[in-house]
């Protein structure tokens, strides 16, 4: 019997070594997981703090002559010489072209012989109308009846006077229209006729004017602007553009003119700009991309566009509250380099996540955090 217990010791010291040799390799274990977990990685977040966004947009525009004009012929004739051509630069008053009108001659000649017979009756008249009233000034001379007819004959040959007059500077005013002249300095960007060709105010003759003039010196850059940016323009406001032809370069223009007013089919505004143009490197027609500055005084608050999570459920920015993640519904604003406006429940100073992402539960205990 006691040799049987001896056996069944000497069995039992290396099991409970094995147990005690285990209990310690299970400590061990906790501590190295323990430690792995207070060393793992941080949680990037900042203070909320308040900025001004300062943001551009992007619309296309017009560009136009600053002043453009269709030159037609007033009265009928045929183009008799063309000075200019398409492309011809041209000066205020310059004559362009000269038409002729055999019929207006005549014209002419007979209201000037109407006007010197009505000169000479009104001559007459007056003269007879004068001795009169001298002679009246004798009494029982020349009766009062007598001295009314001569006033009243004097006054009708003046009006007659008067109307061959008119009819004469009308008909010297149509020769005057057989000339084209420049109504403003620019340049001639269409010639539609040639020289012998009908012109005039009806007829085949007009349907095509004879010049298109522009100046183009100053241009007009013509932008719609839609109703929710009008208030970021005003007058003298400066923007920049880009066109095609010259993509490497950015052109600057100024406010000067809004139209006050929304267009009902567009709803937007008519906004234009005055564009220096001496060099002509600009063409009226040319399409450019205007970049409008939509600067605000406002202070909001504005966070880096990682800090705003977009879910399924909607927008969020995740803040940090005694040790808790919670997500706190925004609205955002603009967006620009990587900043966005927010708007919602939230405070100067709040700590929000930097790197907002589904991972990073709602009310759940907030890992180690790094403030910048």
Avoid at 173 to 193: C, K, M, Q, T
Wanted: charged share 20%; net charge neutral; hydrophobic share 40%.
């Amino acid at each position: 019997m006691k040799q049987i217990i001896k056996i069944a010791l000497s069995l039992m010291i290396p099991l409970s070594g094995v147990w005690i040799f285990s209990g310690c390799g299970t400590s061990s274990a906790d501590e190295h997981k323990q430690g792995a977990m207070t060393s793992g990685p941080e949680l990037e977040a900042f203070r909320l703090q308040e900025g001004q966004m300062s943001t551009s947009m992007q619309i296309p525009g017009e560009l136009v002559a600053f002043q453009q004009v269709d030159l037609y012929a007033k009265v009928s004739s045929f183009v008799r010489k063309l000075y200019v051509d398409v492309g011809s630069e041209v000066t205020t008053g310059q004559l362009l072209a000269v038409m002729e009108a055999p019929e207006l001659n005549a014209q002419l000649s007979g209201a000037q012989s109407r006007l010197k017979s009505q000169e000479a009756l009104y001559l007459a008249s007056k003269a007879t109308y004068d001795r009169l009233l001298e002679t009246s000034k004798t009494p029982g001379t020349v009766s009062q009846n007598d001295l009314d007819q001569a006033y009243a004959k004097q006054r009708s040959d003046l009006a007659q006077l008067d109307a061959a007059r008119a009819a004469q500077k009308e008909v010297t005013d149509n020769r005057g229209y057989l000339e084209i002249r420049a109504p403003f300095s620019g340049v001639i960007s269409a010639r539609n006729v040639s020289t012998g060709a009908y012109v005039g105010p009806a007829g085949k003759g007009s349907d095509m004017p004879i010049f298109t003039l522009q100046e183009q010196k100053k241009l007009r850059l013509v932008v719609s602007v839609p109703d929710a940016y009008t208030g970021y323009l005003k007058n003298k406001s400066e923007v920049s553009f880009t066109v095609r032809a010259a993509s490497g370069h950015k052109f600057t223009a100024s406010v000067a003119r809004l139209a006050g007013a929304l267009d009902y089919r567009l709803r937007s505004q008519r906004t234009e700009m005055d564009v220096i143009n001496e060099d002509k490197q600009l063409l009226p027609g040319m399409v450019a991309e205007v970049e409008i500055p939509m600067n605000s005084d406002a202070r909001t608050f504005v966070v880096p566009a990682s800090a705003v999570l977009n879910s399924t459920k909607g927008v969020y920015v995740i803040k940090v509250v005694n040790g808790k993640t919670l997500w706190v519904p925004v609205t955002t604003g603009r967006t620009s380099d990587d900043r966005t406006e927010i708007f919602g429940n939230i405070a100067i100073d709040d700590v929000l996540v930097k790197q907002a992402s589904e991972e990073v539960r709602d009310s759940s205990s907030a890992p180690r955090l790094k403030i910048n």
